[in-house]
């Protein structure tokens, strides 16, 4: 055949126009599209009780979650301001909680000690502490561990601020504290020390 003679390809003048898929895709009702129908949620927008509601449980859960960061930093926000101690031992009340002095051992620091011999198997412990923190911190305990002429340890004692004759329970913001008690050792071990190491602690 002649390539002269070739004819393009037409559509029979009596017939209809061949549908592609996608023409017949386009042409199903929007409804039966899953993913064009509205969401169910969509159509409860504009309800103003459903967004009051919503509104509501928002604020609660925010109230909530501020209270819950209240009763946990409560120790450092009346250290921070005083004033909010009474108001924060009142919210503790129902909570089962309570308001302590604050804890920092880093900021306690050992200014100066003595452990000297006053007679027999009495001695006497001296001690100065100094808080270099900007806030009231709770007052430490002290364990002190006494040893021999070879650095050994002999006995370790461990002195709660009741035993150290504190009269507070906290020492104020760069503030120095000292206090001067009596260890009654037993005869061996008195007779036994040479020396002695302090350490402030948190129990």
Request: with cysteine.
């Amino acid at each position: 055949m002649d390539p002269d003679d070739r004819q393009p390809l037409t559509p029979d003048q009596g017939g209809e126009e061949p549908t592609s898929p996608l023409r017949v895709q386009s042409a199903l009702p929007a409804g039966e599209v899953s993913f064009l129908q509205p969401a169910p949620l969509a159509q409860l927008d504009g309800n103003p009780v459903i967004l009051a509601a919503l509104a509501s449980l928002t604020l609660a859960l925010l109230l909530v979650f501020l209270l819950q960061i209240v009763v946990h930093e409560r120790d450092q926000l009346a250290a921070s301001y005083p004033r909010l101690t009474r108001p924060l031992e009142r919210l503790c009340e129902p909570l089962n909680c309570s308001v302590k002095a604050l804890r920092r051992i880093e900021a306690l620091v050992i200014d100066s000690s003595s452990f000297t011999r006053l007679g027999g198997d009495v001695f006497q412990l001296s001690v100065a502490l100094k808080n270099t923190a900007g806030l009231s911190l709770a007052m430490p305990s002290i364990e002190l561990t006494l040893t021999d002429a070879q650095d050994q340890a002999l006995v370790r004692r461990v002195l709660e601020p009741q035993d150290l004759l504190a009269s507070a329970e906290a020492i104020e913001a760069g503030a120095d504290w000292s206090s001067s008690v009596e260890v009654v050792l037993s005869s061996p071990v008195a007779t036994a020390v040479n020396g002695y190491r302090l350490v402030a602690f948190y129990p």
